[in-house]
């Protein structure tokens, strides 16, 4: 059986019938949408959302300067005051 990884869970129907109330009930945490008693989705407030797109490209970033960082054959001296 897969994990849930959230504090709220609900079913599709239960999604269905009233989503505002879900979200209200969840006040700012994940939920875990449950297809026959097994995650299907997970909702999540848009701040939330936000966060996590924000800390998926820094990480994409941080991958950049790590790989660039480590090849020195395509390092450029420059002086300061050449720039």
């Known amino acids: 059986m897969r994990q849930v990884l959230a504090d709220y869970s609900a079913s599709v129907s239960e999604l ?3 989503p ?3 979200l209200s009930e969840a ?4 939920i875990a949408i449950l297809n026959h008693n097994k995650p299907a ?6 701040e939330t959302y936000e966060w996590l ?3 998926l490209d820094d990480y994409a970033l ?3 300067v ?12 420059v002086k300061l005051d050449d720039l």
Not at 27 to 30: E, L, Q, R, T, V
Not at 41 to 46: D, R
Not at 66 to 77: I, N, Y
């Open 66 to 77: 790590a790989e660039r960082q480590a090849d020195k054959a395509s390092v450029v001296e």
């Open 27 to 30: 006040n700012g945490s994940a």
């Open 16 to 18: 269905k019938k009233n």
């Open 41 to 46: 989705a997970y909702l999540v407030p848009a």
């Open 62 to 64: 941080s991958q950049i």
């Open 53 to 55: 797109m924000d800390e």
């Open 20 to 22: 505002s109330a879900l």
